[in-house]
């Protein structure tokens, strides 16, 4: 079955940097687009970042210019390198990935930006 599992959030200060990463297993990770999404307390899931299967990204405009993702087919991985942190980044970020519109998550990564 798919799994997906999250690592690399923590407490930062403004300003600062985190890199998250997720590994996957249970499918052909290589074939398909991966995404993250936060939570904010209060506040819908949204997603932050994609890659596609062949490379190409997106971001949300909170975060064009701030953040980047990447993946490597050959380890499983997808990173989410995020710089310039403000407090509103603050949230539990998630690993995603959609087959056939159903969608799976990892357990989430908490991120809390404060001084």
């Known amino acids: 079955q798919v799994q997906l599992v999250e690592s690399g959030g923590g407490l930062v200060q403004p300003g600062g940097s985190l890199r998250l990463s997720c590994v996957a297993s249970?499918?052909?990770?290589?074939?398909?687009?991966m995404n993250w999404y936060r939570q904010a307390p209060g506040k819908e899931r949204e997603l932050v970042a994609r890659?596609?299967?062949?490379?190409?990204?997106n971001y949300a405009d909170s975060v064009k210019g701030r953040f980047s993702i990447s993946r490597d087919n050959a380890k499983r991985m997808v990173y989410l390198q995020m710089n310039s942190l403000k407090s509103d980044d603050t949230a539990i970020y998630y690993c995603?990935?959609?087959?056939?519109?159903?969608?799976?998550w990892g357990q989430g990564t908490q991120v809390t930006v404060s001084s």
């Open positions: 995603n990935v959609r087959q056939f519109n159903h969608d799976s």
């Open positions: 249970g499918f052909i990770f290589s074939t398909y687009d």
């Open positions: 890659i596609t299967d062949t490379g190409t990204t």
